[in-house]
């Protein structure tokens, strides 16, 4: 089975400071790991994702995330919050236990606060 | 294009009336697809999900159903809704190659 934690439910940084959202997992299988980026209202628009390649993933809006296996994490990073960063982050794990049938597990997400 | 049209964007129903959602897709056929809700500060749960028309897995039991009358349509229902279907419905659409989802704008339902 697979299941995500999100170490923290709330994030508040400076505008310009560096952001880091914890993310670890558990999955039977190699995983693959997503993050999801959602702004209040609004549907759940993908960051980046890791699928057993690179192990540092570049992704939209200048994040990048790490997946280092010995630790079962796949945090998620960005040198410089702005202001628009300010959203609900969500990592995710992908259940392919199914084949095509695949599903995805969410972690509670993250809501990140960027103050001025 | 991975289009998801969602409507209606928001609706306010009173506690047993019916509810119908629907979901549209563009893009390549034969999608699987989802539905999710988002209730406040508990994430999202998937509903139910789909791998082709007619085809529908139900991931949690409760009085709502699904179902894919058409490749690219998804419709969730319900004959009488209750306090606690109130929530944001988020229908995606699943790539089978790369696993990615993409979802749709949602609809905030509040049941009152």
């Known amino acids: 089975a697979q299941s995500v934690t999100q170490l923290d439910s709330h994030v508040s940084v400076s505008e310009g400071t560096p952001v880091l959202l914890r993310c670890n997992y558990s999955s039977s299988y190699s995983p693959s790991l997503f993050w999801y980026v959602q702004h209040p209202n609004k549907g759940l628009q993908l960051l980046l994702k890791?699928?057993?390649?690179?192990?540092l993933v570049k992704g939209i809006n200048g994040f990048e995330a790490e997946f280092k296996k010995s630790e079962t994490s796949f945090h998620l990073t960005k040198p410089s919050a702005h202001m628009s960063d300010a959203a609900e982050y969500f990592c995710?794990?992908?259940?392919?236990?199914?084949?095509?049938?695949?599903?995805?597990?969410f972690g509670k997400g993250t809501l990140l606060t960027v103050n001025p | 294009s991975q289009t998801i049209h969602q409507w209606p964007a928001t609706l306010v129903q009173p506690v047993g009336s019916p509810l119908s959602l629907e979901c549209t897709v563009e893009?390549?056929?034969?999608?699987?697809l989802y539905w999710y809700r988002q209730a406040a500060g508990r994430g999202l749960q998937l509903l139910f999900y789909s791998v082709g028309i007619g085809q529908i897995s139900s991931e949690v039991p409760q009085n709502l159903s699904a179902s894919r009358p058409q490749d690219r349509q998804f419709i969730l229902s319900s004959k009488k809704l209750l306090l606690s279907d109130s929530g944001f419905y988020l229908c995606a659409r699943g790539d089978r190659g790369t696993y990615e989802q993409y979802f749709g704008p949602g609809t905030r339902l509040t049941v009152t």
């Open positions: 893009g390549t056929s034969n999608p699987n």
């Open positions: 995710v794990v992908i259940d392919r236990s199914g084949g095509s049938n695949y599903k995805l597990t």
């Open positions: 890791y699928t057993s390649a690179a192990t």
